[in-house]
Nanobody
Framework: QVQLVESGGGLVNAGGSLRLSCAASGLSLDNYAMAWFRQAPGKAQEGVTSIRADGDFTEYSDSVKGRFTISRDNTQNTVYLQMNSLKPEDTGVYYC?????????????????WGQGTRGTVAS
């Protein structure tokens, strides 16, 4: 059974940082693109960042470019999201997702497996 388990969410003040982790089990991430999505209260889900299976290519939404960094350790079957210079509008539930293929994409329908989410709250 495939599981993606996010961790690292919490409450932080504006300008602060959070580091999210997504641990995968039941599959090897070697051939999977990974992504982080988020959903803010009352808003649609947003694709935040994606990383290719080998980690060599990444993609970011304009809203987080320059502040967030996605990385992965395929030996640990884990993906990370380093979030710096956080803003109140970054508040939401963050989900990691896995999709088989050697691309980067922020299109949610590409991803087959999703975690349960971890909440990040940025206080102003």
């Amino acid at each position: 059974q495939v599981q993606l388990v996010e961790s690292g969410g919490g409450l932080v003040n504006a300008g602060g940082s959070l580091r999210l982790s997504c641990a995968a089990s039941g599959l090897s991430l070697d051939n999977y693109a990974m992504a982080w999505f988020r959903q803010a209260p009352g808003k649609a889900q947003e694709g935040v960042t994606s990383i290719r299976a080998d980690g060599d290519f990444t993609e970011y939404s304009d809203s987080v470019k320059g502040r967030f960094t996605i990385s992965r350790d395929n030996t640990q079957n884990t993906v990370y999201l380093q979030m710096n210079s956080l803003k109140p509008e970054d508040t939401g539930v963050y989900y990691c997702a896995a999709g088989r293929g050697w691309i980067t994409t922020l299109t949610a329908s590409f991803y087959d497996h999703w975690g349960q989410g971890t909440r990040g709250t940025v206080a102003s």
